[in-house]
């Protein structure tokens, strides 16, 4: 069956510190791609997807994320975070399943940001 | 323009009992998706509904059920609450091809006591 790995489920990091983090799916047909944030106390929101084209995606608020098709992979990225960046964030990945198409969740990394 | 929006907020239910949960979509979105998440569980994909009639499905047992009115608006309905369905039950709305991603409500966070 279609699963989608986060591996790291909670991360702590100081301002300032560069952030990634992985995401891995198994499925080998054509998939789209996305990274949702829920900061504390609000609802999902759409950070970046891909669906085509340059691997390399920007979203919103200087995030990144990279589609590395041979690792099956789309990790995300920042540079440099900040406070407000601590909320949870979930992959998930839309793929075809019998005749339809499923979107299938990672399990959510819950990042902390210290002051 | 106006969010996913879903009602109520928060729900106590007793075990045994019956819940029916509502989302209405942003205007002009067509896909309506369910979700369950709980903080053991993570997001587990409910069902999905698309002009009225049900596209896709979970693996959730028959007691999770839903409806797509004409107006696009959803309903999602949990009959025989059993203590383990407490969780928020979030909906998303989509264009039919979510080229623009899904878009969530705030959920519903359903309590089984």
């Known amino acids: 069956a279609q699963s989608v790995s986060q591996h790291n489920h909670h991360v702590i990091l100081s301002e300032a510190a560069s952030l990634e983090l992985g995401c891995n799916y198994s499925?080998?047909?054509?998939?789209?791609l996305f990274w949702y944030v829920q900061y504390p106390g609000q609802h999902l929101q759409l950070l970046l997807k891909y669906f085509s084209g340059d691997p390399l995606v920007k979203g919103i608020k200087g995030f990144e994320a990279e589609f590395i098709k041979s690792k099956f992979s789309f990790n995300l990225r920042k540079p440099s975070v900040q406070w407000s960046d601590t909320a949870e964030y979930f992959c998930?990945?839309?793929?075809?399943?019998?005749?339809?198409?499923?979107?299938?969740w990672g399990a959510g990394t819950k990042l902390i940001i210290k002051p | 323009k106006a969010g996913v929006t879903q009602t109520p907020r928060y729900l106590i239910k007793t075990r045994g009992q019956q819940v029916t949960l509502s989302c209405s979509p942003i205007s002009g979105h067509r896909s309506v998706s369910w979700y369950q998440q709980t903080p053991g569980q993570g997001l587990q994909f409910l069902f999905e509904y698309f002009s009225e009639t049900q596209r896709n499905k979970g693996n959730f047992p028959g007691r999770f059920s839903g409806r797509q009115f004409s107006n696009s608006r959803s309903e999602m309905n949990v009959s025989t609450l059993e203590l383990g369905d407490s969780a928020l039950y979030l909906c998303?709305?989509?264009?039919?091809?979510?080229?623009?991603?899904?878009?969530f409500g705030s959920g519903t966070r359903l309590t089984v006591v």
């Open positions: 998303a709305s989509s264009l039919p091809t979510p080229q623009h991603g899904y878009t």
């Open positions: 998930a990945v839309r793929v075809l399943q019998d005749s339809n198409y499923q979107l299938i």
């Open positions: 499925y080998g047909g054509t998939v789209n």
